[in-house]
C-alpha cells in the first residue's frame, strides 16, 4: 500500500484529538499532522509553559491553532484536574492518543509513591482513559490510540512485583511497561464491545527520539545514529491508526507500523490482562470494572 493510500480519507475537520506528550518528538509531530488534517488539537504537556512553546511553533510550522491542557502524568491528581479542566471546555473527544513515556537511568518514585515507569508509561494511559470516558462515548465513533513497542514481546511482568521494588533495569522496566500498553488495550477492548468506541496499540517503529536513545544507549546507540527513523515518519502509523476509515471497526489490535500484527503470546493472556486491570484500577483509585 503506497504512503498516499495510508493517508488517504483522514480529514478530519470538527474532530477533537487529544495527544499526551505532544510537546516534542512523536508527539508533536502527531499533532501538527492532526491539525494540518483540520482537528480541534489539544496538545497534552507536563507543564503549560512546554505546552504552550509547542503551541507557538506548531502555529509557526502550520498556520494553525491549537490548545494546551497541562497535565503531569507522573502525577494522579494533575491528571485528574487536567481531565477536569479538559471536560468542561470540551463536550466530546473523538481521538485520544497516548504517546508520553519515560525511561530513567534509575528507579524513580512519583509523588504518589509509584515506580515512575509504571506510572507514565502505562497507569497514566489507564486513568487517563477512565476519566475521559464520558467524552470518548459521546463522539460518534472514537478512536483511542495506545503506543506502544516491539519491546513488549521481550517482556515479563511480575504482578508481585509490579512496582519494581527489586532489582531496577531500565530497559527491562520500559519493556514490562509496554507489555501493559497491550495488555491494557486488549482488556480496554473487551469492555468497550457495543460502543462506538476502539481501542488499538500502535508501534511507530524504531525512531530517533531521546526516549529510544535512552532505552538502546549503551549498546544499541550506533542502531539510534544509523537505523532510526525520524519522528515524522513514526507519527504516519498513529495518525492512520487514528483516522483511517479503512479501519474501522478494528479494536484490540496491535499495529507493527501500517501493519496489523498478532501481539506477543503474553499480551493476548486475558487472565494476564484482567489481573493487570485489576491491579491499575487500585493504584489509579478507580473501581475495576
Sequence with gaps: MSRRSKQSGTSIAA?????????RGIGFEVATRLARLGGDVWL???TAERGEAARRALRLRTGRDV????MDLSSQASIRNGALQWSRNVGRLDVLI???AT????????IDGIEMQLAVNHLASFLLTHLLMPQLVAAPAARVIVVSSNAHARAAL????LQATGRYDRRARYQATKLAN???VQALARRLEGTRVSVNAVRPGTINTGLVRDFLWPFGFLRWIFAGSTPGRGASPIVRA????????ISGGYFDRHRLRRAAPRALDPALQEQLWQRSAELAGVAAT
Design 44 to 46: 497534552g504537556a507536563r
Design 15 to 23: 474532530k477533537t484529538c487529544l495527544v499526551t506528550g505532544a510537546n
Design 158 to 161: 511480575d504482578l508481585t512485583d
Design 103 to 110: 525511561i530513567p537511568q534509575r528507579r524513580l518514585e512519583t
Design 242 to 249: 487514528a483516522l483511517d476509515p479503512a479501519l474501522a471497526g
Design 67 to 70: 490548545h494546551v491542557v497541562a
Design 182 to 184: 497491550v495488555l491494557f
Design 98 to 100: 497516548h504517546n508520553a
